[in-house]
């Protein structure tokens, strides 16, 4: 398959493998922060033909596992009021909150519904013009834009009862408040591509200047990891910290300008909590006053109390790459995914999910 197979090459991915062993001599740990990563690194085994110095470890990088379960909990809540159809991505319908999912209140008779993309809630509104429609806005900068291109859709057409509960995250704050946490051991940042798709690589220079970290922006087939991980080992053993683009096929260094506008057209970044890594100042994104009409948070009251992960589960010690999955004593026992205590077990992009799926541990 044109541009799939040649990035799966297994004499090229042989020789990267023998590249990194014969330029690593220096201990690291790259942390992935994109959940695409995560499971793309189990499914080609790119950590077993590594050398035994280079250790992977998962980052906070699945929008649903970052989810906090306040956030989880005003989308509950949404879904018990009258006459509101709630409209989401799959994965957020089974994540559990604190007493309830949404997976739950549809069982109970709340409208809620699976979409493929934001423009198929804008649709249902127009449908349900009685009614109104908030689509659960979740994920990064990669989705980000296409909710703010809804909002400004919704609007051009007079969509009046169309609305967001804007949960999205913006990663670069959440990898200085890693690094700022001073509990993350880590040596460089394997940087998602299609996240940088849209913000190219200058947000990641502020990890560079502060922490002296080398980013890597990678793609995600077998020979874009292997060269991501061999340009990071590059930088260790010389001693370098910069941002670089191994993944030049998609992303471009100023990222895409239409896709930034629109964003910042409707939003503007707000301080956000993060599972397992609390408040990040300037992480969330927030509807710009002229787009207040589309805030499921200004239209509805969404107050919900702080409440704490589900008991025994460690998904806020894994998102912050302090623990693995085999370090959760429910890991496999009472966690499973079909049975899943937290997020991490929920998402098909979940830590814990692609350890269980592809991990002999
Ligand atoms: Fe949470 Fe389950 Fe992962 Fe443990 S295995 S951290 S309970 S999601």
Not at 14 to 39: D, Y
Not at 204 to 219: A, E, L, S, T
Not at 325 to 354: H, Q, W, Y
Request: aromatic share 6%.
């Amino acid at each position: 398959m044109k541009y799939l197979s040649e990035y799966r090459d297994g004499t090229l991915a042989a020789k990267l493998v023998e590249r990194i062993k014969a330029t690593s001599t220096k201990p690291a740990r790259f942390m992935e922060i994109c959940g695409t990563h995560t499971v793309a690194i189990f499914k080609h085994g790119i950590r077993e033909v590594l050398p035994g110095h280079i250790q992977l470890i998962s980052g906070p990088g699945c929008p649903v596992c970052v989810t906090a379960t306040r956030d989880i909990d005003k989308a509950v809540k949404l879904a018990r009021i009258p006459g509101v159809i709630v409209t989401t991505f799959g994965d957020m319908i089974r994540v559990p909150g604190s007493e309830s999912s949404l997976k739950k209140e549809k069982s109970r008779g709340a409208d809620v519904r699976m979409v493929y993309s934001t423009m198929d809630a804008v649709q249902i509104a127009k449908q349900n013009p009685e009614k109104k429609v908030v689509f659960l806005g979740i994920g990064f900068e990669t989705t980000a834009p296409t909710v703010a291109a809804s909002v400004v859709a919704a609007e051009a057409q007079g969509v009046n009862n169309f609305l967001v509960l804007s949960s999205h995250k913006l990663l670069p704050p959440a990898m200085d408040a890693l690094l700022s946490g001073g509990d993350l051991d880590v040596s460089g940042f394997m940087c998602p591509g299609h996240v940088s798709v849209i913000i190219g690589a200058a947000p990641y220079q502020v990890v560079v200047d502060r922490f002296h970290k080398p980013c890597v922006i990678m793609g995600f087939e077998p020979l874009d990891i292997l060269l991501g991980i061999a340009m990071l080992v590059d930088q260790i053993e010389a001693g370098e910290a910069k941002v670089e683009i191994q993944y030049r096929r998609a992303v471009k260094p100023e990222g895409n300008p239409v896709a930034m506008k629109i964003l910042d057209k409707v939003f503007e970044p707000c301080d956000a909590p993060w599972r397992g890594l609390g408040m990040i100042p300037k992480s969330g994104l927030a509807f710009r006053k002229a787009y207040r009409a589309f805030d499921a948070e200004a239209f509805f009251d969404l107050d919900v109390a702080d409440s704490p992960e589900p008991a025994g589960c460690s998904c806020g010690d894994i998102l912050r790459g302090v623990k693995t999955p085999i370090d959760c004593a429910l890991f496999r026992k009472l966690c499973n995914p079909e049975n899943p205590v937290g997020p991490c077990m929920v998402s098909s992009e979940g830590t814990c999910a692609a350890y269980y799926r592809y991990s002999r541990a």
